[in-house]
């Protein structure tokens, strides 16, 4: 036999390593915006064609580079900005990895046009699937443009990946504004398919929000600013009356860089706890400074994720820094939070923090609070069981059910649709949550909150295609203000949603007129239920295998449905299990919840021990 393990060849290996740094348009948009800032930029212009599936372009007014260093910028683990792993733990760049131009270059075809202030002429690179196909002397200005052409050219599988233009865009955008909201000291400027969408002059952070997330933030933003000798605080959090249904004004920045952690958002969202509904989020742009050698950025390719030397502090850190800027803003309300230095100067926040301070409150009970009971991801085994024990026993039966086992049960139901010619098998609700349908020598439970929820998407992928909604006309048609991501998300969903009843308009940049619904709702109704549709669409997972239409039928469906509490008739609950009956899968849920499990005779008499 011969051996068989071989290299693989250099630009093979480029495209597989790329796969972690480039995922989509804006992967490059984030890579290439933060090379800028690296370089001291203080004009970034980035230029979109199609949604970056054909272009993604930056061009910056930074440091440039030399001949050798266009040439070099190249090469995988080519960077500038380390040298040995100690430069690990002091990092004030964006970028050291030194992997995203090579990525860019080994899926895109790339023209990088450079210049140096010191230096008489630029350079020119054009290069292709790694292979540079031509290098220049070149005039142009004192800066570097890098334009990224038909990403995935060379890889039409991943390319196929992409999602729709709109949703492309989505990202860009959210790209887009991490960055410059964390530069609000630099210009920016986006601009897609020839339309200028965002010209950001510098000017403060607060002026960076509002150009940004909206005016309607003008009056509304309160200021954090927290000094401490292990970190810093600063940014705004919004009154409790910009909280939304959606998540999506909520911005996190570690030394200036953006990162998710479920862990710190709920630090923040618990400080607002008695000052907003539960099921809202509040608006935050917050920035934590702290020294680089407390936190690990290392972990994740994209640098979104990254890992505190001791998670727990920071975590009272800023649900503090949270509460007490709250606080001020509620005993004061008037406040102008600009002169607002009071919040400065609060005594256990200004003191120093040694590493002595560091293990006393470590030990003390503040700290001791926000272990495990407190920590997002925990959740308190007693507070699951809402239906007072009922769902466990629900759940184990669910193990053992069998569906389809179970045919003759509801046929005096089933083929009878009007309510006042029902069957003589009577249907019980119990505890406003199940229904129960006796059978033959059975019994079948019924959760009326998921074989409403099944029913209705159901009954939307029909209207969808029939285009039978009705749609209830408002007398006062509403206005709705959507963030630039939702006002994206929205435009690709408007052909759908007018199918199930919506009757909603594109009116200016950001702004729609909603003229009707498929229900009658009152304004705030309306505006929170297309708010929280928007929200779980963007929330599903985007490795599930479902388009977007489906995802809003889900979505829809999710919201409009009878949920577990609702009394219900018995015309009702005949209604309900016909119609689930009807479906073409009326066993699970669409997200694969049962909707139904059978109780036979014999399993009960086995409790009795025959
Ligand atoms: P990293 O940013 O992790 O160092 P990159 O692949 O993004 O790696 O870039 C490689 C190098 O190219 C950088 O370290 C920097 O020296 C140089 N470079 C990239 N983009 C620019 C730019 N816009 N202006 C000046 N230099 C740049
Ligand atoms: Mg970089």
């Given at each position: 036999m ?5 290299l693989?060849p ?9 796969g ?7 992967s ?16 970034i ?30 090469e ?21 990895r030194?992997e ?66 709109a ?91 953006f990162?998710?952690?479920a ?11 008695e ?9 935050y742009?917050l920035?934590?400074e ?28 800023v ?15 008037a ?6 230095a ?23 009970t503040?700290?001791?609070?926000f ?34 086992s179970f ?40 959760h ?12 939307y992928?029909?209207q ?32 759908d ?9 594109s ?36 490795d ?20 577990t ?26 997200g ?7 109780l ?9 021990g025959?």
């Open positions: 011969p051996d068989k393990i071989h693989l250099d630009h093979i290996a480029n495209q597989i390593a790329a972690e740094v480039i995922q989509r348009p804006a490059a948009v984030k890579e290439l915006l933060e090379n800028a800032v690296d370089a001291g930029a203080t004009q212009d980035l230029i979109i064609q199609d949604a970056g599936k054909q272009l993604v372009q930056v061009i910056d007014n930074g440091s440039g580079m030399s001949v050798s260093d266009a040439r070099m910028a190249f995988r683990h080519a960077t500038s900005k380390i040298t040995n792993i100690d430069d690990l733990f002091k990092i004030r760049t964006m970028g050291f030194g995203a131009l090579a990525s860019i270059a080994a899926v895109a075809q790339v023209e990088l046009k450079t210049k140096r202030a010191e230096d008489n002429s630029g350079t020119l690179i054009e290069i292709e699937n790694s292979v540079v196909q031509r290098q220049e002397p070149s005039a142009i200005p004192d800066g570097t443009s890098i334009a990224m052409k038909n990403l995935f050219f060379n890889v039409p599988a991943r390319r196929n990946f992409l999602k729709s233009n949703a492309e865009m989505r990202h860009i955008i959210d790209e887009f504004m991490r960055v410059s909201l964390a530069y609000p000291d630099r210009s920016f400027t986006l601009t897609a398919n020839g339309q200028k969408q965002f010209h950001l002059d510098s000017g403060s952070l607060k002026q960076r929000i509002i150009q940004l997330l909206g005016n309607n933030y003008q009056t509304k933003l309160v200021s954090v600013s927290q000094k401490t000798d292990y970190l810093n605080i600063y940014g705004f959090i919004g009154k409790p009356e910009t909280a939304k249904k959606t998540r999506g004004d909520q911005y996190l920045f570690v030394n200036n860089r990162i998710k952690s862990y710190l958002h709920h630090a923040i969202s618990h400080s607002f706890q000052l907003i509904p539960g099921e809202s989020h509040p608006s742009v920035f934590i702290l020294d680089p050698a407390q936190i690990d950025i290392n972990v994740h390719p994209t640098k979104q994720e990254i890992k505190f030397e001791d998670e727990k502090i920071i975590y009272a850190f649900q503090a820094a949270a509460k007490h800027a709250l606080a001020q803003f509620n005993i004061t309300p406040l102008d939070f600009e002169l607002d009071g919040i400065q100067q609060l005594g256990a926040i200004t003191q120093p923090f040694s590493d002595q301070q560091k293990a006393a409150a470590s030990a003390s503040i700290y001791k609070s272990t495990e009971k407190h920590a997002a991801h925990k959740i308190d085994p007693d507070k699951r069981n809402d239906a007072g024990g009922w769902e466990s026993f629900y759940e184990a039966a669910i193990a053992a059910n069998k569906p389809g045919q003759s049960l509801l046929t005096g139901v089933i083929e009878n649709t009007e309510p006042s010619s029902a069957s003589s098998k009577k249907l019980t609700q119990l505890f406003n949550t199940f229904i129960l349908a006796e059978g033959v020598r059975s019994v079948r439970v019924i009326q909150q998921y074989a409403h929820e099944t029913i209705l998407c159901h009954r992928r029909k969808i295609i029939s285009g039978t909604a009705v749609s209830q006309q408002s007398l006062f048609p509403l206005t709705l203000q959507l963030s630039p991501q939702d006002t994206e998300l929205i435009t690709e969903l408007l052909p949603l007018e199918k199930l009843g919506y009757s909603i308009e009116f200016g940049k950001d702004s729609f007129i909603v003229r009707g619904t498929p229900a009658d709702m009152s304004e705030s109704e309306i505006t929170s239920s297309i708010e929280l549709l928007l929200e779980q669409v963007k929330h599903y997972r985007s599930l295998p479902i388009d977007q239409r489906e995802k809003l039928i889900r979505a829809l469906a999710k919201q409009q449905c009878i949920k509490g609702q009394p219900l008739t018995e015309d009702e609950m005949i209604i309900l299990v016909t119609e689930l009956f009807q479906c073409d899968e009326p066993f699970h849920t669409p694969g919840k049962p909707t139904c499990y059978d036979s005779a014999d399993e009960m008499m086995s409790r009795f025959k």
